[in-house]
């Protein structure tokens, strides 16, 4: 299985700027696509951004050029950089990895267990 631990979530002034980071953890042959989503009170959890082994990136329309996503292979740890933060953007931030396990080869999803980002006006 693999772990998924955020951190780096908390409270910033609009416009301002916060970097979420996540590291996966755990028995696992490879890890694949990362990616952030996020979750405002009532509404459905979207995809922020999304990053492929290989180094392609996705971005949300809303996000794009506000919103960076990288990544560290060799720590298995994905990273968003936000600026330009809006009030609206409030939200939980959860952090996503599909991963290949090591017995069958199986392609499989984790979750991490959110990071709350909150943008004052």
């Known amino acids: 299985q693999v772990q998924l631990v955020e951190s780096g979530g908390g409270l910033v002034q609009a416009g301002g700027s916060l970097r979420l980071s996540c590291a996966a953890s755990g028995s696992f042959f490879s890890i694949n696509a990362m990616g952030w989503y996020r979750q405002a009170p009532g509404k459905e959890r979207e995809l922020v951004a999304a990053i492929t082994s290989g180094g392609s990136t996705e971005y949300a329309d809303s996000v794009k050029g506000r919103f960076t996503i990288s990544r560290d292979e060799a720590k298995n740890t994905v990273y968003l950089q936000m600026s330009s933060l809006k009030p609206e953007e409030s939200a939980v931030y959860y952090c996503?990895?599909?991963?290949?396990?090591?017995?069958?080869?199986?392609?499989?999803?984790?979750w991490g267990q959110g990071s709350q980002v909150t943008v004052s006006s």
């Open positions: 996503h990895a599909f991963w290949t396990a090591q017995i069958m080869g199986t392609i499989k999803g984790s």
